[in-house]
């Protein structure tokens, strides 16, 4: 039972894909008889990461493959049979076991379909359903995006970077284990690289696999001159050489030298690879070579703990390289490695069934209380379709005439939005009564919109050294309400 087969992951049966306490609580609900009271939850960040501007929303296609494959198996209950209380006793009753045994996923969720460009306190994804239900599903929901949200975010600001220049995603060895691994090179891909070395993304997913060969290639030869024609027997149309496996720039002339050999035979050499050294130095003295030589199609790969701040170095210093192998950096998030995802109770229907109770999660930093309502995301973009403002507002009341966005952070601040201002909803309908509406976009369809959306956004977001915020508020009505609720919960009577 310690190594389950990989191929079980995101795939039936991660029900016990959750934290105990969601299990003890649905038990508590269903005690409590508060099992289907309608409930409304929405999954959000509070911070860019990276310190940046935006994030890419990803994630989704295996929310939606989870939730279309929860139910308990048989196993799972009697796993959970065997948990037991610190007395001693069943944790779990039977009955509530057999509840579980025939329970079917029921819950309404809207989401920001994958690609989307999201910021800061805006839902990413709303679930509305049973109370049990809706609860039950956080943990699963925020490790799934949280993570490729992280991932597909840090390759969206990689692609940044590299602006047209190919990237390949070599993560696989260093990734947070076989499913970090798997995840990032998925998420890699919406985000922006152009292919990854991981065969099982390749046949999991559809992403176009690619890569050179090991210095233990080299080492496992006489000479690199040696290793070099060996592989361009084995790969005459798609050899690429490592060439830093003694000297660097020996390495490019023995590279040139069976290069030519290809030549005679009528192939051409793909690329080289540079792994150590001063890249730029080493990259414009390469390419030098190969001019001369003749082989001005050579492709320079470069690699080495590589992210986007030292691309930007490496352009700015005249690197003439053309393709970026990035492994550590990207599929472990390096300098952020979580983002701070997190999921929120926000309106609960009456007991009488008369109508709403919208909920608060109060804080000591108004940064992080919670935004109660049935949320939609509304942004407002310019005629060239560049997003100007977010406006979040409460789906559940009715949107006076006239439309003001308020910051929720500083109440002075609001925009009155012009009526003619074209604006599209970012939450679309994703399940209904448990079932998939349609079904979701590719991920190379997810991959375009992402490009299409980060290209969309203002450079003044998209920089990486002190992002300029990109305006999100509360219409203003939704703000009002939410301002008399938190006086509310503090004991404070609001006028
Ligand atoms: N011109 C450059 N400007 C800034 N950083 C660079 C430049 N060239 C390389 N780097 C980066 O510097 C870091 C250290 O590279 P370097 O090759 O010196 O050390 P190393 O990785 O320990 O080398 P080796 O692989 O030979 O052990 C890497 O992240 C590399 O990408
Ligand atoms: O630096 P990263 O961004 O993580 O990219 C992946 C690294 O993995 C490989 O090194 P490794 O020493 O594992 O094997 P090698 O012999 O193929 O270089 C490769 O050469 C890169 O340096
Ligand atoms: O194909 C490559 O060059 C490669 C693959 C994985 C890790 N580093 C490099």
């Not at 105990?20 to 409930?39: C, I, K, N, P, V």
């Not at 030098?288 to 352009?315: H, Q």
């Not at 009715?398 to 599209?424: K, M, N, S, W």
Request: proline fraction near 5%; hydrophobic fraction near 40%; charge should be negative.
């Amino acid at each position: 039972m310690n190594s389950a087969p990989l191929s079980g992951l995101y795939a039936p049966s991660l029900s016990l894909l959750t934290d105990l306490y969601q299990l003890t609580m649905a038990y508590g609900y269903w005690q409590q008889g508060l099992q289907d009271r309608e409930a409304v939850f929405h999954l959000y960040f509070r911070r860019a990461p990276f310190q940046g501007g935006y994030a890419v929303a990803a994630g989704l296609a295996h929310v939606a493959d989870f939730l279309e494959n929860l139910r308990f198996s048989d196993d799972d209950l009697t796993y959970l049979a065997s948990l037991r209380s610190a007395k001693g006793a069943p944790l779990f009753p039977a009955d509530f076991l057999a509840y579980l045994k025939t329970m079917e996923f029921r819950c309404d969720v809207d989401a920001m379909p994958e690609g989307t460009v999201a910021f800061a306190n805006e839902p990413l994804l709303r679930v509305r359903g049973p109370l049990l239900q809706a609860q039950l599903i956080e943990t699963a929901l925020l490790t799934i995006i949280n993570f490729q949200t992280l991932i597909a975010t840090k390759a969206a600001r990689i692609r940044e970077a590299a602006g047209t220049d190919t990237v390949l995603e070599f993560g696989l060895r260093r990734a947070q284990g076989p499913d970090g691994g798997l995840s990032a090179s998925r998420a890699a891909y919406l985000g922006g690289v152009d292919a990854t070395s991981n065969v099982l993304a390749g046949q999991r997913f559809g992403i176009p696999v690619k890569g050179t060969h090991a210095h233990s290639w080299v080492m496992a030869f006489e000479d690199e001159e040696t290793a070099f024609t060996a592989y361009a027997q084995a790969f005459p149309d798609d050899s690429v050489f490592l060439v830093d496996t003694y000297d660097t720039l020996e390495g490019v002339r023995h590279a040139i030298k069976v290069a030519r050999t290809m030549r005679a035979n009528g192939h051409e050499l793909g690329g080289i690879r540079l792994d150590s050294g001063d890249l730029a130095y080493l990259s414009r003295e390469a390419r030098e070579l190969l001019n001369e030589a003749g082989f001005p199609g050579v492709r320079i790969v470069a690699s080495n703990d590589l992210e986007e701040n030292l691309i930007t170095s490496l352009k700015l210093q005249g690197a003439k390289i053309d393709t970026w192998g990035i492994g550590t950096q990207l599929v472990t998030a390096y300098n952020q490695p979580a983002l701070g995802g997190v999921y929120k109770l926000a309106a609960l229907r009456k007991p009488d069934d008369s109508g709403w109770d919208f909920t608060i999660k109060l804080s000591e930093q108004l940064a992080k209380t919670s935004t109660p309502g049935i949320l939609q995301v509304r942004r407002y973009e310019s005629e060239k379709g560049q997003p100007r403002a977010d406006m979040l507002y409460n789906t559940a009341e009715p949107l006076p005439a006239q439309l003001t966005i308020v910051d929720p952070l500083d109440a002075t601040r609001r925009r009155a939005v012009r009526p003619e201002t074209a604006f599209r909803e970012l939450l679309e309908p994703v399940f209904r009564q448990g079932q998939l509406v349609q079904p979701l976009p590719t991920l190379a369809e997810s991959r375009t919109r992402a490009h299409r959306e980060v290209l969309a956004l203002d450079p003044s977001i998209r920089r990486f050294l002190n992002p300029h915020t990109y305006p999100v508020g509360l219409e203003e009505t939704l703000h009002d309400y939410r301002t008399r609720l938190i006086r509310e919960k503090r004991g404070v009577q609001g006028g």
